[in-house]
């Protein structure tokens, strides 16, 4: 198995990352767990897991999983996070979660879901940093990470604001959003963090739809999953991809693909870069063109929304809006747009947004009519 020094921490891991959140039977503890192990016998060593994942399963089937690797002697490094906001309530979810974990101490223990710009200083004004300090210098966690969603003109401040605590960043970056996020992962590298990436495979799309996105197949690859793989690991400054995988076939798809692995270049990153652009017109591409909305409206996340929309009806988009992003009502959120059309004509995509958002609007109506 591929492995990598994970930035400035002095651990080596699996490059290919275990992500808890996928579980096909999160009741079934002792068959979930197997998988966990499944991956530990090929070779990955970073695994992934948070309190509410898999209807709050994940920890239980991951601890059970360790219980089993502690027996082997062998090294593996666990991942998990809080999005609490007070320092007791860090301290509560941290300790409740290496009780489920059962391990000794966190290896990187995320200061979890950073979406708004003023996210981190609001949870630093309350004591969350001093609280995960406090927790390492207690040995309960071994390192300070940070999880983010935000666009890439945000994460160099929000690192910025992190006092130099921060060793690992997970965020979200793929085929499809690279563009958008890319400055993110440089931002973190440049500070000798290790990064780990999340919606690896577009948070499971590219997997759905293979028909769709069969372009993206790189020659030689034998797969999405592997052409996804390969892309994410081959961008300078990610250390490890995360695969949220379902079952032992899935792991064994994509240790089979890091098995193979041979890096993309620049020339073949970019080539990967044009075809997104160029396959997918109808796509927003996350370009940030747009971003600067003169009222504020995260036109990037809800044209991100749309995108899955295509795929799979308007009203999956409104849902994502409301799950990822946390907007319960995307018409309160849209309330506000003038309709200068600013937006459409910065985009690069040149794609009817306004007419995106009534449809979206129309959505969120009828899902209230008819709950
Ligand atoms: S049309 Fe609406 S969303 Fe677009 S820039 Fe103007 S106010 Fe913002
Ligand atoms: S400019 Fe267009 S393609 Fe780029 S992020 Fe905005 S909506 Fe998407």
């Keep these: 198995m591929l492995s990598a020094p994970f930035g400035n921490t002095g651990v080596e891991v699996s490059r290919l990352g275990f992500g808890g959140m996928r579980f096909d039977a999160p009741e079934k503890t002792g068959e979930m767990a197997a998988v966990v192990m499944h991956a530990f016998e090929r070779g990955v060593t970073y695994f992934d897991t948070a309190p509410y994942y898999c209807d709050d399963q994940s920890e239980i089937i991951c601890g059970a999983a360790f219980k089993e690797m502690k027996k082997t002697g062998r090294p593996f490094y666990v991942a998990s996070k809080t999005m609490e906001s007070t320092p007791d309530a860090v301290r509560q979810q941290c300790e409740r979660s290496l009780e489920r974990l059962h391990v000794d101490a966190i290896d990187f223990y995320h200061v979890w879901c950073l979406v708004h710009p003023d996210d981190l200083p609001r949870r630093k004004v309350s004591g969350v940093l001093d609280a995960f300090r406090q927790l390492k210098e207690e040995g309960l966690i071994r390192h300070i990470s940070v999880s983010t969603h935000l666009e890439h003109d ?113 020339a073949e990153i970019q080539a990967v870069d044009d075809d997104v652009r160029s396959l997918y017109r109808d796509f927003c591409t996350q370009c940030g063109y747009c971003a600067d909305c003169p009222e504020g409206i995260p036109v990037v996340r809800l044209m991100e929304a749309y995108n899955l929309g295509l ?9 994502k809006m409301q799950y990822h992003w946390g907007i319960s009502d995307v018409r309160e959120l849209l309330a506000a747009c003038t309709a200068c059309r600013e937006c459409e004509e910065k985009c690069t995509q040149r794609l009817p947004i306004l007419a995106r958002f009534e449809e979206m609007k129309q959505a969120a109506s009828k899902q209230q009519r008819d709950s």
């Excluded at 795929?311 to 849902?319: F, I, K, N, Q, T």
């Design 311 to 319: 795929l799979e009806g308007v009203d999956e988009a409104v849902r």
């Design 154 to 266: 945000h994460i160099e401040a929000m690192l910025d604001q992190g006092e130099g605590l921060f060793e690992s960043m997970l965020i979200g970056i793929n085929m499809q959003n690279h563009h958008l996020r890319y400055p993110g992962v440089q931002a973190a590298a440049d500070r000798g963090m290790a990064v780990v990436t999340m919606n690896t495979l577009g948070g499971g799309v590219l997997t759905k739809y293979p028909g769709h996105y069969e372009q993206l197949v790189r020659p030689g690859d034998a797969s999405i999953v592997e052409s996804a793989l390969r892309f994410n690991l081959s961008l300078p400054g990610v250390t490890v991809a995360l695969i949220g995988f379902r079952n032992e076939a899935d792991v064994d798809v994509a240790a089979d693909a890091v098995e193979r692995f041979t890096p993309l270049d620049e």
